[in-house]
């Protein structure tokens, strides 16, 4: 989930007047809202990090929190391998546990989502490759298409959740994932496919395939 909506509602907490979201491998500010020291990224990076070494040596296997005490009370908890310092109005208890429950919930309605797009856009790309195989060599287009798809998802968020059976995209949930990532992933997957037709088909030949495709999904909805 990406940070520009992971912490949309992070404010609305009681007692939570800002937060920042910060690198664990540089130190940047990834996302920031509401009201935190101008040095919010130093703090949360070199305390959240500090503790991370301090937690290894000590064979400690997780630490949920951390809390930073002085000028400003910050709060500072391990999130996705970075660190999410939020500052409160004054201290209170398990406020933590609120932050991390909101953000499971945040993540929760994000996967379904992002599952929901993943889904539509496999059916659209089915769509196309039945047009585009209706009258051509299935086994070549099989071949292109496994080949493209390995490429793609190599090294991909996306490599184990989605695969090819019977010239249809087949797709399981997603945990994690950004509609922006599914989104270029599925672009990529597209404009191979649209090129091959343009070799197999010509280009207005492909393009009324296409056109044909898209008269159907408009029927659909």
Not at 103 to 132: G, Y
Not at 133 to 143: C, H, V
Not at 191 to 219: C, T, Y
Request: glycine share 6%; aromatic share 6%.
């Amino acid at each position: 989930m990406s940070p520009e909506t992971l912490f949309e509602n992070i404010l609305t907490i009681p007692n939570v007047k800002g937060f920042a979201f910060v690198s664990s491998e540089d130190g940047s500010i990834m996302k920031r809202g509401g009201i935190t020291p101008g040095n919010i990224d130093e703090i949360v990076a070199f305390i959240g990090s500090a503790a991370g070494i301090i937690s290894e040596s000590c064979g400690v296997k997780e630490i949920k929190s951390i809390k930073v005490i002085g000028v400003d009370r910050v709060v500072i908890i391990p999130h996705h391998n970075n660190y999410l310092g939020f500052v409160l109005r004054k201290d209170e208890k398990d406020i933590e546990k609120n932050i991390i429950k909101m953000l499971s919930e945040e993540e929760a309605k994000s996967d379904i989502i992002v599952n929901k797009l993943l889904k539509t856009k496999s059916s659209q790309l089915n769509m196309l490759i039945n047009e585009f195989t209706k009258d051509s060599d299935r086994l070549m287009w099989k071949d292109y298409i496994s080949k493209e798809l390995a490429a793609l998802s190599k090294e991909s968020k996306l490599e184990n959740y989605i695969s090819l059976e019977d010239l249809k995209f087949k797709v399981s949930s997603v945990k994690g994932l950004t509609r922006e990532e599914v989104n270029k992933f599925m672009k990529m997957l597209l404009d191979f496919i649209v090129k091959k037709a343009v070799l197999e088909f010509g280009s207005n030949d492909a393009k009324k395939r296409v056109h044909e495709v898209i008269k159907r999904m408009g029927k659909n909805k």
